[in-house]
């Protein structure tokens, strides 16, 4: 088997440091090193939210390393599928590239009992990605 990743993610949100981060916790760790992985945020925070880091944990996904990126152009570029989460249009647009936008409420300000159902639905979405990713290969 290739060492190649099947395919590049990037997940797009304002400050990188919730959802976006929350999901590239999750594709890293269900997919491992099938697929890149790339989190970025338009205006970044300066540290991850310690709600989603804390709910990620109950999982067993240590997020609690991870500092926000601000996106750049490249990033998207070197991406196959960009995710964004409620960044509106400050994800940069090149052909070739899928675009999918999640709407999902922003954990920011909130507690990990808030946090939670946010997660679960993240977890949901991203599993469902890896079964796109997998499904013209036949994994």
Same mark, same amino acid.
């Given at each position: 088997?290739?060492?190649?990743?099947?395919?590049?993610?990037?997940?797009? $949100?304002?400050?990188?440091?919730?959802?976006?981060?929350?999901?590239?916790?999750?594709? &890293?760790?269900?997919? #491992?090193? %099938?697929?890149?992985? &790339?989190?970025?945020?338009?205006?970044?925070?300066?540290?991850?939210?310690?709600?989603?880091?804390?709910?990620?944990?109950?999982? #067993?996904?240590?997020?609690?390393?991870?500092?926000?990126?601000?996106?750049?152009?490249?990033?998207?570029?070197?991406?196959?599928?960009?995710?964004?989460? #409620? $960044?509106?249009?400050? $994800?940069?647009?090149?052909?070739? &590239?899928?675009?999918?936008?999640? &709407?999902?409420?922003?954990?920011?300000?909130?507690?990990?009992?808030?946090? %939670?159902?946010? %997660?679960?639905?993240?977890?949901? %979405?991203?599993?469902?990605?890896?079964?796109?990713?997998?499904?013209?290969?036949?994994?």
């Amino acid at each position: 088997m290739s060492s190649r990743p099947l395919a590049s993610v990037l997940f797009v $949100c304002v400050h990188n440091a919730g959802r976006s981060q929350m999901a590239a916790g999750f594709l &890293r760790h269900l997919a #491992g090193d %099938r697929i890149e992985v &790339r989190s970025a945020g338009s205006l970044p925070a300066d540290q991850v939210n310690p709600a989603a880091v804390e709910a990620m944990k109950e999982v #067993g996904i240590d997020i609690a390393d991870q500092k926000p990126k601000v996106l750049t152009p490249e990033a998207v570029q070197a991406s196959d599928y960009v995710i964004t989460m #409620g $960044c509106g249009d400050a $994800c940069p647009v090149f052909p070739g &590239r899928k675009y999918l936008d999640w &709407r999902l409420e922003d954990p920011a300000g909130k507690g990990v009992e808030a946090v %939670r159902p946010i %997660r679960d639905e993240i977890r949901a %979405r991203v599993e469902a990605l890896i079964a796109e990713i997998d499904a013209p290969r036949g994994v």
